[in-house]
C-alpha cells in the first residue's frame, strides 16, 4: 500500500518538475515532504490494520494533494481535490505529461482531481481484492455475506475525521441523511462502505438521524429500512438511536422536535412503534438496558390505540403503512404483535406462549377486559424477568404520577402485580401518593386496584406508619357495596395494626369500632371474620385518651359477640370468643372474664343480664334480628337469649310494679299526714283566737 502511494507521489513530482509553472524555490521542500510520508506509511503498516492503514493513507494523500495544490497558485483546488469516497465506475488514468508548456490554473486542479478518483479507486480495489483472498479483513465484512457493491454517493470521510464536529457542518447531517436515503431508493442492498457511514452518523448525530428519517420517510419505505437495520445491527448507534424514538413514541399521536437544520415538522408516534418492530430482530445486548422503557411505550400504544379512536390524521397514516407493509388493520394489534417480538428477543417466549393459551392477546385488545389481560401478563413475566419488572415498574410510576388520564387502568393493574418487587423504602412515598388517589376514585375498579396495590405494602412497618393518612379514605370504603373492596380494606387496616409501635387515636377508634360493629352481620364469612378480628385489635391498641369513648361501643358488641359465639363457622366462631373475651377485660367486668376462660357461655349470659337489668330491653333488641338468621344454631341461640332477656324484664318490670305501688302509696301516706297536721295547727289556732275574745268581753 505505502509502495503505490510512494508511486504515485512520485508522479506528481515529476509533473510539476516538467510543468512550466513550477516554483524552484520550492523543490527542496519536497524530499523531506515525502520522506515524512515514506517513515510515517512505513510505522503504520507494522502497527495497524488494513482498514486503518487505509484511512491514515488517505489522510496523507489528501494533505500532500493541498500542498501540491498550493504550489500551482490555487487555494480552492484543495478542496475541490478531495476525493469523494462514494463507490463510482473507474475512470481512465491521464496521461502524465501536460498537453502545452502553458497549461492554465483550472486545468491543473482539474487534472489533480481526475488524478486522485482514479488512484483512490485502484488502491479500493486492491484492499476488496486482498479481502477476497484471504476471506479476513479488520474493519470489513466477509465477502461471503457482503452484498455487491452499488453505486452509491455517500457521505465524505471528512465528516468523521474530527471528533467536534462544526456547527455548520452538523447542520448538513440532516441533508446527508437525505441523500443516502435517496440514493438507496434504486439499490437493492446496502454495501458495508455506506452501512459503516451510516452507522457513524447515528452514533456521532443520533437526534438528527433518527428525526430526519423519521420525516423523510414515516411509513419507513425499502430504503428507510434498509437505514434502519444497519442502525439495528450496531450496539453503540442502536443504543444512542433508542433514547430519540423512545421520545417520539411516547408522545401520542404527534411528536415535536427540531434537528439542526430547523425542522420541527411533527412527527407520529406510530412511525417510531413501526421502526422498533423492524429493528427488534436485528437488536443486540444494546437493546437490553431500554427494554424497560420500551415495553412501557409499546404497553402504552396498545392501551391507547384501544382505549381511545385515533385521530384523522393518524388513521390515514396508518393506512398507508398497513398498505405497504401488509399490517394488521388496527394499530392496537401491531402494537401487540410489536411486544411479542420484544419479548421473544428477551428469551420469553414461553411467556408469550403461556398469554396465547389463555387467551390474554385477546383479551388486551377489548377496552373493558383490557386491564385483567395485561395483569395476567405482569404475573407471567415476574417469574422469570424479575429485573426488568422492577424496571418496567419504575416508569409506570412516573406515568401514573401525573394528572389521572384514560388509560391509566391497565397501568395500575401491572403496578400492583409487581409492586412487591419494588424497593418500598426509596419510592414508598411515590406509591402512596398514587395509591391516595385512586382510593378516592368514583370507579370500582381503580379503587379494587388501589387497595390491592397497599395489601402487600402495609405489612411493611415503614409503609404502614404512611397509610396513617389515609385511614379516612379506608374508613370510608369499610361501607361500600362491594365486599371485595370491603374484605381489601380489612386487609389493609389489620397489616397495618399488626405493629405494636402504631397506635389507634382517640378520633379513629371509635369510627372504627363502629363500622366494623355493623360488619359482623355481614351476609360473607370472610368479612366478618377480619371485622371481628380487627375489632379485638381496636380495644388493644386505643390509646388511653381513646379508651372511655370507645366503651359504649364495646358493651353493644356483647349481645353480638355472644350469639355468633354459637356460629357454623368455626372460625368466626373461634373469633367471636377471642373477641368477647377481649371486650370483658376491656370493660373490667371480671366475673365475666372468668366465666369466658371456663367456657360457660350460657351463665355469661346470665350474669350479663343480670349486671344489666337496666339495659334488659336494649339486649332483646339486639337479639331480634337474629331470629331471621339462615343458620339454625343462631336461630336457637337468639330464642334462648331472648327469653332470658324477657324474663329479666318482666322481673325488672315487677320490681318496677311493686316500686310504683310503694311510692303511691307512700304519696298516699304523706298527704293524709300532712292534713291532719294543718287541721290541728289549724284547730288549735281558732281555739286560741276564741279564748281571746272572750276573757276580752269579761273584761270590758
Not at 440514493?183 to 457511514?197: F, I, K, P, Y
Not at 447515528?202 to 428519517?213: F, M, N, R
Not at 437495520?229 to 413514541?249: D, F, H, N, W
Not at 401525573?402 to 424497593?423: G, H, K, Q
Request: glycine share 4%.
Amino acid at each position: 500500500m505505502a509502495g503505490r502511494f510512494l508511486s504515485l507521489f512520485k508522479v506528481f513530482r515529476g509533473e510539476k518538475k516538467e510543468g512550466p509553472g513550477a516554483a524552484p524555490a520550492q523543490q527542496p521542500e519536497e524530499p523531506g515532504q515525502i520522506q515524512t510520508l515514506q517513515d510515517a506509511l512505513d510505522r503504520t503498516q507494522e502497527q495497524e490494520p488494513a482498514c486503518g492503514r487505509f484511512r491514515k493513507s488517505l489522510k496523507m494523500f489528501r494533505q500532500f494533494l493541498r500542498i501540491q495544490c498550493r504550489k500551482t497558485g490555487s487555494t480552492a483546488a484543495a478542496g475541490a481535490a478531495e476525493p469523494d469516497l462514494g463507490l463510482t465506475e473507474r475512470q481512465a488514468e491521464p496521461d502524465g505529461s501536460p498537453d502545452s508548456a502553458e497549461r492554465s490554473e483550472e486545468s491543473a486542479t482539474s487534472e489533480t482531481e481526475t488524478w486522485a478518483k482514479a488512484h483512490l479507486m485502484s488502491m479500493t480495489e486492491d484492499v476488496a481484492i486482498t479481502n477476497t483472498k484471504t476471506r479476513e479483513t479488520q474493519g470489513l465484512t466477509n465477502t461471503d455475506t457482503m452484498p455487491a457493491p452499488t453505486m452509491i454517493h455517500a457521505p465524505t470521510m471528512d465528516f468523521f475525521e474530527e471528533s467536534a464536529v462544526p456547527s455548520h457542518q452538523q447542520e448538513q447531517v440532516p441533508a446527508k441523511v437525505k441523500n443516502i436515503h435517496q440514493s438507496l431508493m434504486s439499490h437493492v442492498s446496502v454495501d458495508a462502505r455506506l452501512q459503516t457511514d451510516i452507522v457513524r452518523l447515528a452514533e456521532e448525530h443520533p437526534a438528527d438521524v433518527v428525526l430526519t428519517l423519521l420525516r423523510c420517510a414515516p411509513t419507513c419505505d425499502r430504503a428507510a429500512a434498509k437505514m434502519w437495520r444497519a442502525i439495528g445491527s450496531s450496539g453503540p448507534a442502536l443504543e444512542k438511536a433508542l433514547p430519540t424514538l423512545l421520545c417520539v413514541m411516547e408522545d401520542w399521536p404527534l411528536h415535536t422536535m427540531c434537528t439542526s437544520d430547523g425542522d420541527n415538522k411533527d412527527l407520529f408516534a406510530l412511525a417510531a412503534t413501526l421502526v422498533i418492530w423492524l429493528i427488534v430482530p436485528e437488536c443486540n445486548k444494546a437493546m437490553i438496558p431500554y427494554s424497560g422503557r420500551l415495553f412501557v411505550a409499546l404497553l402504552f400504544h396498545v392501551v391507547i390505540t384501544t382505549q381511545q379512536m385515533p385521530p384523522e390524521e393518524v388513521d390515514n397514516f396508518w393506512s398507508a403503512c398497513q398498505e405497504k407493509h401488509r399490517l394488521p388493520s388496527k394499530p392496537n394489534r401491531f402494537a401487540v404483535q410489536a411486544m411479542k417480538d420484544l419479548l421473544c428477543r428477551l428469551q420469553c417466549d414461553h411467556v408469550v406462549v403461556a398469554m396465547e393459551r389463555k387467551g390474554c392477546w385477546d383479551m388486551m385488545l377489548c377496552a373493558h377486559t383490557q386491564h385483567y389481560a395485561v395483569g395476567l401478563l405482569a404475573r407471567e413475566m415476574l417469574r422469570v424477568l424479575i429485573p426488568l419488572c422492577s424496571c418496567i415498574t419504575l416508569h409506570l410510576l412516573r406515568q401514573l404520577s401525573r394528572e389521572e388520564p384514560c388509560w391509566d387502568l391497565p397501568f395500575l393493574a401491572f403496578l400492583v402485580e409487581v409492586l412487591e418487587r419494588l424497593n418500598l423504602s426509596k419510592y414508598g412515598g411515590s406509591v402512596m401518593k398514587i395509591m391516595s388517589r385512586y382510593l378516592q376514585s368514583e370507579c370500582s375498579q381503580r379503587r379494587r386496584l388501589a387497595l390491592r396495590g397497599l395489601v402487600v405494602p402495609s405489612k411493611d412497618l415503614l409503609m404502614a406508619r404512611r397509610m396513617c393518612s389515609v385511614s379516612q379514605s379506608l374508613l370510608e370504603l369499610l361501607g361500600d357495596e362491594d365486599r371485595e373492596v370491603v374484605s381489601m380494606s380489612l386487609h389493609v387496616f389489620t397489616n397495618v395494626l399488626q405493629h405494636k409501635d402504631i397506635l389507634v387515636s382517640s378520633t379513629t377508634a371509635p369510627k372504627l369500632a363502629e363500622a366494623l360493629l355493623l360488619l359482623f352481620d355481614h351476609d360473607n364469612s370472610h368479612v366478618q371474620l377480619l371485622s371481628i378480628q380487627l375489632f379485638c385489635k381496636v380495644m388493644d391498641l386505643v390509646v388511653d385518651e381513646g379508651k372511655k369513648p370507645l366503651e359504649t361501643i364495646v358493651n353493644k358488641s356483647l349481645d353480638t359477640l355472644f350469639i355468633y359465639c354459637h356460629d357454623e363457622n368455626w372460625h368466626v366462631a373461634k373469633a367471636s370468643r377471642e373477641t368477647l373475651h377481649c371486650a370483658a377485660k376491656f370493660l373490667k367486668r371480671r366475673k365475666l372474664k372468668q366465666l369466658l376462660e371456663k367456657e360457660h357461655l350460657w351463665k355469661f349470659a346470665e350474669v350479663l343480664l343480670a349486671e344489666d337489668r337496666s339495659r334488659a330491653a336494649e339486649h332483646l333488641r339486639r337479639a331480634r334480628p337474629y331470629l331471621q338468621s339462615p343458620q339454625e344454631p343462631l336461630r336457637e341461640v337468639a330464642v334462648r337469649f331472648m327469653g332470658m332477656a324477657e324474663r329479666s324484664l318482666r322481673g325488672q318490670q315487677g320490681k318496677l310494679h311493686a316500686l310504683s305501688q310503694a311510692i303511691q302509696a307512700q304519696r298516699k301516706g304523706t298527704i293524709s299526714h300532712w292534713s291532719r297536721t294543718i287541721h290541728a295547727q289549724f284547730t288549735s289556732r281558732a281555739e286560741e283566737l276564741s279564748s281571746s275574745s272572750g276573757s276580752s268581753e269579761s273584761v270590758s
